[in-house]
């Protein structure tokens, strides 16, 4: 389950930062990945595994892109958003799914040392902003919760940082998701 938070709306202005990402190349993740998908990871490895059962490794549709703090966009929305929730930035990255593609159901995942090094400080809390206006068709699941429709600046808390989560686009617009990681101060 996740829950609300609040509207960051009055705090981040996410009208110019999606002017920003929308003139911003991405980079690629889903099947065309060849980076950062932590393929010795025993954890992703069976993650794979069923999503090849499954299909989707294969599959055209599964396809999402990512935004970098500091490589696609100012790193003082993560810093600002760390704020808002009085949280310290653990981690963050914007995520994008275009018309016609999902995100197939998985945790978040680090490498083990970097899972270790996370958990060190503590149990890190994982929070979904959605950033872009709500637009027919966009769909957004975490645990047990569904998204849709949901106004620009709406976040939520997730319950575990590794929640199961995926979500699709039959719109005609991209959806973005600004996907932060954070220990509470």
């Known amino acids: 389950m996740a829950k609300f ?10 009208p110019e930062l999606m002017k920003l990402l ?3 190349p991405p980079r ?25 059962r499954s299909g989707y490794v ?7 892109i990512d935004y970098l703090p500091g490589e696609h966009f100012p790193e003082e ?13 653990a981690g963050c990255w914007i995520s994008a799914v275009s018309p016609g593609h999902l995100v197939a159901w998985h945790p978040d995942y680090k490498m083990p040392e970097q899972e270790a090094e996370l958990l060190s400080k503590g149990k890190p809390q994982h929070y979904t902003c959605h950033i872009c206006l709500p637009s027919f ?6 645990d ?3 998204f849709y429709n949901e106004e620009q ?7 575990d940082w590794q929640d199961w989560h995926g979500g699709l686009n039959m719109g005609t617009k991209t959806k973005y998701l600004f996907n932060f990681f954070g220990w509470p101060k």
């Open 22 to 24: 929308e003139a911003t």
């Open 137 to 142: 068709g966009q769909v957004f699941m975490v």
């Open 5 to 14: 938070i609040g509207n960051s709306n009055e705090f981040m202005n996410w």
């Open 77 to 89: 929305y993560v810093k600002k958003f760390g704020e808002w929730l009085n949280v310290e930035p």
């Open 153 to 159: 600046g709406n976040t939520y808390q997730w319950d």
């Open 28 to 52: 690629n993740r889903g099947t065309e990945q060849d980076d950062d998908i932590h393929i010795d990871n025993p954890k992703v490895e069976a993650l794979i595994k069923v999503w090849e």
């Open 58 to 64: 294969s599959s055209p549709s599964v396809r999402w």
């Open 144 to 146: 047990k919760d569904v």
